[in-house]
C-alpha cells in the first residue's frame, strides 16, 4: 500500500495513527519544502526520529542531564573524529561505559518528542512512506506508542500557539542584561536555565538559539520567555533575513534538502534546492550533476545530457558525469555516442565498474556477446557486488541456451539483496519453463514487489494463473494490469474468458468489447462476442 499525499489531504496525526493501526514497518519522510524530517516505525511503533539541518545535540543533553562531563563528552568526539566519523556518539559513550542504555533510550524518546512536537506546527506539508527501512548504524531504538506521543504533543502544540504569541520573532537577537555575578548567583538559575542563559550572546537569534540548544523548541521557549519576563535577558535588533540566508552553511542547508528530496523521489523540490546551490557557486559542479539526476530519473534525458555536460565543463575529469552523460545519450537512442562517454569515464577512473557494466549492457544490446563478455570478465571480483554483473551473465548465458548458467548467475544476482525486479522476473520464466509452478509465482511476486505496476511481470503472472486454471488469482491479476492501465487486448481477452467461464456473461461481453477496441482484427475475440450476444 502507497502511503504519500498532502497534509492539506490527511493530517499528520491521521498518517501516524494509520501506520500504527496497520503495524507498519519503516520511514515517515515528511517535509514543508524547507525542511525536513524522518519518523521510523517498527511493528507499528516509533522507534526513532530525525531533522535534517537540524543537528542532533545528543552530547549535549547528556551534559545538560549531567551524565557526563564536558571533558568527558570531548573526548567521545574527538574519538569519533579520530575512528573516521563512522560510529553514533551514543555508541562510543555507552563502550566507554559513561552512559547506559537507558540513559541514550531516554535521549531518542526525547528527541522523538522534539521532532513530533515540530513537525506538528507545521502548516503544510507532504509525506511519503518508505516500507521497511530503518535507521542505519543506530545501535539503541525505543518502542513507543504512537497516541500517547500524539496526546502530549499536541498538548505542547497548544501551550506553543500561546507562548509563541509573547515571544520575539524568530529572527530577533537576544541580549543578556549586564549584570554582576554575584547578582546572577542570586537568581537560583537550574543547569537549564543556566545553559540557554549562556546561548542569549548578542549575536544569536531566537531561531539560532532553538537550533543550539539540546532542550527542544519547547522547553528552551518556555525558559527564554522566564527570562525575558525576569529582566536577565531583553530583545536586541533583528536579523537582516538576506544576510542569514548567505550565511556561512547556507549551501549545506541546501544540499542536504536537495539529497533528502532526491532520495524522496521529490524531484522539483530538489532540482529548486539545487538551483539554488547554483545560483549561489555557479562553479561548482555538483548541483549541475544531480540536477542532470533528476531530469533523467523524469525521463527528460536532451535536459539530464545538458546539465551533464555543464558540469563536465566545470570539471572535466568529473568520471560519474560522463558514464551518466552515457546513459542519458543511450536513452536517446545515441549508442555510439553513449560508448564513448562510458570509455571517457573508464580512461579517467580505470577502477570504476559502472562505466564498464554499461558497456557490457550495450555489446548484449547488439548481440556481440563475446565483447560483452569481455568487458564483464574484468569484473570478476566485482561480481558479487553488482547483481547487473550476475544479471547480464544469465542473460547471455539463457541466449547462449544454457539455462542451468543462466539460472546459477541470476540466482547470485538476487541472493542477500534489495531485489532487482528484472532478476527475479527471469528467474521467474525459468522455473516456470521447467514447470516448477510455485518457485515461478514465488519470483514473481516477489518481482512484483518491488514493481508493482511492472506489465512484464503482471503479464507473466496472468499467464501463469490463467494456463494452470487459478481462475480467481487470474481475474486478480488481470484487474490489477487494467487498474494499472497496462492491459493489452490480449490481457482484457482473457478476463472475458475467464469471466464467460465463470457465468458472468455480461463483464465477459464487456472485456472482449474492450479487447476489441483495442486489438480489432482478433478474430477469436470477435467469435466469442457474437456468441455471447445471440444468447
Given amino acids: ?20 493501526v496497520g503495524f507498519k514497518t519503516g520511514c515517515l519522510k515528511v517535509t ?28 549535549d543533553r547528556l551534559v545538560s542531564r549531567g551524565l557526563v562531563s564536558a571533558a568527558q563528552l570531548q573526548q567521545a568526539l574527538d574519538r569519533q573524529r579520530d575512528e573516521g566519523g563512522k ?23 526525547h528527541q522523538i518528542g522534539d521532532a513530533i512536537f515540530f513537525l506538528l506546527r ?12 530503518l535507521p542505519e548504524h543506530e545501535p539503541v531504538m525505543v518502542s513507543l506508542d504512537v497516541m500517547n506521543l ?26 543578556r542584561v549586564a549584570m554582576e555575578n554575584g547578582q546572577v548567583a542570586e537568581l537560583g538559575l537550574n543547569e537549564e536555565e543556566q545553559h540557554i542563559l549562556l546561548l542569549i550572546d548578542g549575536s544569536r537569534s531566537l531561531e539560532d538559539i532553538y537550533q543550539a540548544s539540546p532542550l527542544g523548541d519547547f522547553a528552551t521557549a518556555k525558559i527564554i520567555y522566564g527570562l525575558l519576563l525576569s529582566g ?3 530583545r536586541g535588533g533583528e536579523k537582516s533575513k538576506q544576510v542569514s540566508n548567505w550565511k556561512a552553511g547556507v549551501l549545506d542547508e541546501h544540499r542536504n534538502l536537495g539529497i533528502a528530496f532526491y532520495k524522496t523521489q521529490m524531484y522539483d523540490e530538489a532540482a529548486r534546492e539545487y538551483r539554488r546551490m547554483v545560483s549561489i557557486k555557479p562553479d561548482d559542479p555538483e548541483p549541475r550533476f544531480y540536477l542532470g539526476m533528476i531530469h533523467f530519473r523524469k525521463a527528460e534525458y536532451a535536459e539530464a545530457a545538458t546539465e551533464f555536460l555543464e558540469a563536465i565543463a566545470i570539471d572535466p575529469k568529473l568520471a560519474p558525469a560522463y558514464n551518466n552523460l552515457g546513459l542519458s545519450l543511450e536513452a536517446m537512442g545515441e549508442l555510439d555516442d553513449a560508448a564513448r562517454q562510458y570509455r571517457r569515464a573508464l580512461e579517467l577512473s580505470a577502477q570504476a565498474s559502472l562505466p564498464r557494466v554499461n558497456l557490457a549492457t550495450l555489446a548484449f544490446q547488439k548481440g556481440d556477446y563475446g565483447s560483452a563478455l569481455e568487458q564483464l570478465s574484468r569484473l570478476e571480483e566485482e561480481k558479487g557486488k553488482i547483481p547487473m554483473v550476475s544479471f547480464l551473465l544469465g542473460m547471455i548465458a539463457s541466449r547462449q ?26 528467474l521467474g520464466a525459468l522455473k516456470y519453463g521447467r514447470g516448477q509452478i510455485d518457485d515461478a509465482e514465488r519470483h514473481y511476486q516477489a518481482a512484483l514487489k518491488a514493481a508493482p505496476a511492472d506489465p512484464v511481470v503482471l503479464g507473466n503472472l496472468a499467464e501463469l494463473y490463467y494456463k494452470n486454471g487459478m481462475i480467481p488469482q487470474a481475474v486478480e491479476t488481470l484487474l490489477r494490469m487494467d487498474e494499472a492501465g497496462v492491459a493489452t487486448g490480449a490481457e482484457h481477452a ?21 479487447s476489441l477496441e483495442l486489438d480489432p482484427d482478433n478474430q477469436m475475440v470477435q467469435r466469442n462476442l457474437k456468441l455471447a450476444e445471440k444468447r
Fill in 1 to 20: 500500500m502507497a502511503i504519500k499525499g498532502s497534509f492539506r489531504e490527511v493530517s499528520l496525526p491521521d498518517v501516524l495513527q494509520l501506520l500504527a
Fill in 32 to 59: 514543508d519544502g524547507q525542511n525536513f524530517g524522518n519518523i521510523y516505525f517498527k511493528d507499528g511503533r516509533v522507534c526513532y526520529s530525525s531533522l535534517l539541518n537540524r543537528p542532533d545535540r545528543l552530547g
Fill in 87 to 109: 560510529r553514533r556518539l551514543g555508541d562510543i559513550l555507552m563502550e566507554s561505559g559513561l552512559v547506559s542504555t537507558e540513559d541514550v533510550q531516554q535521549d531518542i524518546t
Fill in 122 to 133: 507545521w502548516p503544510d506539508g507532504e509525506f511519503f512512506f518508505e516500507q521497511d527501512a
Fill in 150 to 175: 500524539l496526546l502530549e504533543e499536541a498538548r505542547q502544540v497548544d501551550e506553543w500557539r500561546t507562548l509563541e504569541t509573547k515571544l520575539p520573532t524568530p529572527q530577533t537577537v537576544l541580549e
Fill in 232 to 234: 536577565i535577558a531583553k
Fill in 401 to 426: 541456451g544454457d539455462p542451468d548458467a543462466a539460472l546459477a548467475n541470476w540466482a547470485a544476482a538476487s541472493a542477500g539483496r534489495r531485489t532487482n525486479p528484472a532478476v527475479e522476473n527471469n
Fill in 494 to 514: 482473457r478476463l472475458g474468458n475467464l469471466y464467460f467461464k465463470q457465468g458472468s456473461r455480461d463483464q465477459a461481453i464487456e472485456r472482449w468489447r474492450r
